[in-house]
């Protein structure tokens, strides 16, 4: 997901689908909300906002989100309630 939001932000505007791009920019029920929130999770947001990567490359937001990813895992299963054993 964030490899092909990376390409469309790069995209020339004059292409259609930057154009469709730009029009789903702002709907909470597409794919480019979800990136939002991905976005949000590693603290971002003003990428999400401005469009850009600025001069974060995408092997370093990819290697962010998973670092993110595996501490939500290992966050989740230390506060889960562990059944008594039998």
């Given at each position: ?5 990376d ?22 029920k597409?794919?480019n ?21 600025d001069n ?6 990819l ?7 595996k501490e939500?895992d ?10 008594p054993a039998?």
């Amino acid at each position: 997901m964030l490899r092909l939001w990376d390409r469309l932000v790069k995209m020339p505007d004059d292409r259609l689908t930057k154009r469709i791009f730009n029009g789903d920019f702002s709907k909470k029920k597409d794919w480019n909300y979800d990136t939002k929130h991905i976005f949000d999770s590693l603290n971002l947001q003003h990428l999400f906002a401005s469009r850009s990567m600025d001069n974060i490359s995408l092997d370093s937001l990819l290697s962010r989100s998973t670092e993110q990813s595996k501490e939500n895992d290992i966050n989740k299963e230390t506060t889960r309630p562990r059944n008594p054993a039998s």
